[in-house]
């Protein structure tokens, strides 16, 4: 019921191309979904979040599609750039718990 | 501080120790967590504390973990009698507020301790 399940493992695309990593929820009453990007050596850093409200949320180069129905979030990265180049973490929660769950992870290269 | 601090950056130790870990949230923040993210994996829900007190401990693995927030702000885990399978990265996070208030949920990591036991 807690598990957030997350593909692809890892994901080499080219400069200028579209990333997209997905994620799936078990449990119907998570209300709450951010995306998480870490370079190597640092924390997770919050990078876009949307709630079960919208079905889509877009902030400059990154977009969270939402599928309720479907239990399914992703989030697409356009016009990727190297710099883009680290491990990005799905998650879940419930409003009025503190307690994320995060998906495995995603190992994204973007190569120029 | 300008972003939530832990120390020590790195630590090594034997098979049976044991261990404190340090964690400074971002100045102002009521609500401050633990995670453990071990290697290739997501992080690890541990503790969330809300002030001084731990509102939600469910996910220490057993009784040799504990966390404390004495003054509700800096926080310290600890690890008693330390086994090769506590080796990961322990973080810490920090918000303004917890609980359903708006921007409970937006967490700001440390950059962890990452925590060797040979």
């Known amino acids: 019921q807690q598990q957030v399940k997350q593909s692809p493992q890892s994901l080499i695309v080219q400069k200028g191309g579209i990333s997209i990593i997905n994620c799936a929820y078990e449990?119907?009453?998570?209300?709450?979904f951010p995306w998480y990007q870490q370079f190597p050596g640092k924390g997770p850093a919050l990078l876009i979040a949307?709630?079960?409200?919208?079905s889509e949320k877009k902030e400059g180069r990154f977009t969270i599609s939402f599928n309720k129905s479907a239990k399914q979030f992703s989030l697409h990265i356009m016009d990727s750039q190297p710099g883009d180049s680290a491990t990005y973490f799905c998650?879940?929660?419930?409003?009025?718990?503190?307690?994320?769950?995060f998906g495995a992870g995603t190992r994204l290269a973007v190569h120029p | 501080g300008a972003g939530v601090s832990q120390t020590p950056s790195n630590k090594v130790t034997e098979k049976g120790k044991y261990v404190e870990l340090r964690c400074d949230p971002i100045?102002?923040?009521?609500?401050l967590y633990w995670y453990r993210q071990s290697l290739g994996q997501g992080p690890e829900f541990l503790i969330y504390?809300?002030?001084?007190?731990?509102?939600?401990d469910s996910g220490l693995p057993n009784d040799r973990f504990f966390a404390v927030r004495p003054e509700g702000s800096v926080s310290t885990l600890k690890i008693q009698r330390t086994e090769r399978g506590d080796s990961a990265v322990y973080l810490c996070?920090?918000?303004?507020?917890?609980?359903?208030?708006?921007?409970?949920?937006?967490?700001?990591f440390g950059a962890g301790s990452r925590l060797t036991v040979l």
């Open positions: 996070a920090s918000s303004p507020r917890g609980g359903s208030l708006a921007g409970a949920n937006v967490l700001t």
């Open positions: 449990n119907t009453a998570f209300d709450y």
């Open positions: 949307i709630r079960p409200d919208v």
């Open positions: 998650a879940a929660s419930l409003s009025g718990y503190n307690k994320l769950i």
């Open positions: 100045s102002g923040h009521t609500a």
């Open positions: 504390f809300q002030g001084t007190g731990a509102a939600d």
